[in-house]
Nanobody, 125 residues
């Protein structure tokens, strides 16, 4: 089973930036898409952004559109999430996820078959 390892989380002031990375341990020829989800304390996990492995399509949650950018480096088996203009409400554990085949909309968590351990992002006011 593929292992996904996130990095890049941390503490930042509101208005600041962070860049998350997620490296997959295996060859990604079977990857259909990768995505980022997040879960804040007391809340359900929610979709943040996703990208098809061909790079042809990216999808964003309305709450991050225009501030976050998802990208991938297929040669490095890595997906990134550039987060700009961070807000306190972005505070959450961010999870990387991979799906190996088309399973409907990119924002559907149930369509992903591998998940990382998560990385904490904390935005102070």
């Amino acid at each position: 089973q593929v292992q996904l390892v996130e990095s890049g989380g941390g503490l930042v002031q509101a208005g600041g930036t962070l860049r998350l990375s997620c490296a997959a341990s295996d060859r990604t020829f079977s990857t259909n898409a990768m995505g980022w989800f997040r879960q804040a304390p007391g809340k359900e996990r929610e979709f943040v952004a996703a990208i098809s492995w061909s790079g042809a399509r990216a999808l964003y949650a309305d709450s991050v559109k225009g501030r976050f950018t998802i990208s991938s480096d297929n040669a490095k088996n890595t997906v990134y999430l550039q987060m700009n203009t961070l807000k306190p409400e972005d505070t959450a554990v961010y999870y990387c996820a991979r799906r190996s085949r088309p399973t409907g909309s990119l924002d559907r968590a149930g369509g992903y078959d591998s998940w990382g351990q998560g990385t904490q992002v904390t935005v102070s006011a």
